[in-house]
């Protein structure tokens, strides 16, 4: 029923958010360039990975290989960028804990080069049914937009005991521009969607998301944020497991787990309404980490 719904809407949420971060965040931040650098690569390997299905018309996109081999090789040089920025921390901190945090030294690039890459693939998987993966992008976004502006000021950073990041208060511009992008697109995403994302924005978004929670020095925080994209993601991986160590049989109807409670019988939007309660309810449980320590 969805055949012929046009995608690569994409291409105009990266525009917006390009548009939005050139014109109001302060281009001498360092910071800026590298998240600028995430969003434009990957959008560059999902809008490839498009054109070729849908253009070309070929029944794969590129493979999953050649996809991440790219991601990865942009992820760590964001990763190194990062590392050879001296102001830099290289310790990872863990949300509830203010007094333990590892420092992962150079380890630190391979550290972000895994968050990076696997933001992107678990939000790719989640965008599967209208507005699914958009909501909680946007949810997202906005939740780190405020991690953003707290920990670039040092005061308040001081204040609420978490690792200060000096120019961090730009990348609050960038979750802005990242957070007005998903809602203008969501309008059109909406169920029944006019237009889908494609690969060129899930992947983009996704890496956006992982890049923004590793500059912010709150990487594992993530886990909780996009806690729906991560529970997506382990759909998968339990589906396929299951799959295989049992010669055929399943866990769930299908993975990812929309389409389980899809086939339970749930229509679409209670599905995607339900979704987006739970993530907005992890976002909420993210933020009180400000003060619950
Ligand atoms: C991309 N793409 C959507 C759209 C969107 C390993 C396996 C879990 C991989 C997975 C997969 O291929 N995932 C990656 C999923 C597709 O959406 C396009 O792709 C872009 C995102 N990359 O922007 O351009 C379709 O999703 C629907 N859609 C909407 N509204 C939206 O706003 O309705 C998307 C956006 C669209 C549209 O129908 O065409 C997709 O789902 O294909 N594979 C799967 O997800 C498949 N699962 C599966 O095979 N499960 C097995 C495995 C794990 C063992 C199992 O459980 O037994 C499902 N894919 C589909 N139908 N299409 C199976 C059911």
Not at 63 to 76: D, H, M, R, V
Not at 109 to 134: E, H, K, M, P, Y
Not at 271 to 282: K, P, T
Request: include cysteine.
């Amino acid at each position: 029923s969805k055949a012929g719904t046009p995608t690569m809407g994409g291409v105009l949420i990266l525009l917006s958010i390009l548009v939005s971060t050139l014109l109001w965040a302060n281009l001498t931040n360092a910071y800026i360039w590298i998240v600028l650098l995430i969003v434009t690569g990957y959008g560059c390997i999902g809008f490839v990975d498009d054109y070729l299905m849908l253009i070309k018309k070929q029944n794969q996109g590129l493979s999953a290989k050649t996809k991440f081999f790219a991601q990865a090789a942009l992820a760590l040089l964001a990763g190194f960028l990062l590392y050879l920025n001296p102001d830099f921390d290289t310790r990872v901190t863990l949300p509830f804990f203010k007094h333990i945090s590892p420092d992962l030294g150079l380890g630190y690039i391979v550290f972000a080069v895994l968050v990076i890459v696997g933001t992107s693939n678990a939000v790719n998987l989640t965008d599967g049914l209208d507005g699914l993966a958009i909501g909680p992008v946007t949810i997202a976004a906005t939740t780190y937009m405020i991690f953003a502006y707290v920990a670039g000021h040092a005061r308040i950073a001081e204040y609420l005991q978490i690792t200060p990041v000096a120019g961090c208060g730009e990348i609050a511009v960038y979750c802005g521009a990242l957070a007005g992008a998903g809602l203008g697109f969501l309008w059109f995403n909406a169920y029944p969607a006019q237009v889908f994302m494609g690969d060129v924005g899930s992947l983009s978004l996704g890496a956006a998301l992982g890049a923004v929670a590793v500059i912010t020095k709150q990487e594992i925080l993530l886990v909780l944020v996009g806690g729906l994209f991560v529970v997506e993601t382990l759909s998968v991986i339990f589906q396929v497991g299951f799959f295989k160590l049992t010669h055929g049989r399943r866990i769930f109807k299908m993975a990812p787990l929309h389409h389980h409670f899809e086939l339970k019988g749930w229509p679409e939007p209670k599905v995607i309404v339900r979704f987006w309660i739970i993530a907005i309810a992890l976002a909420l449980v993210a933020l009180s980490t400000l003060k619950l320590r």
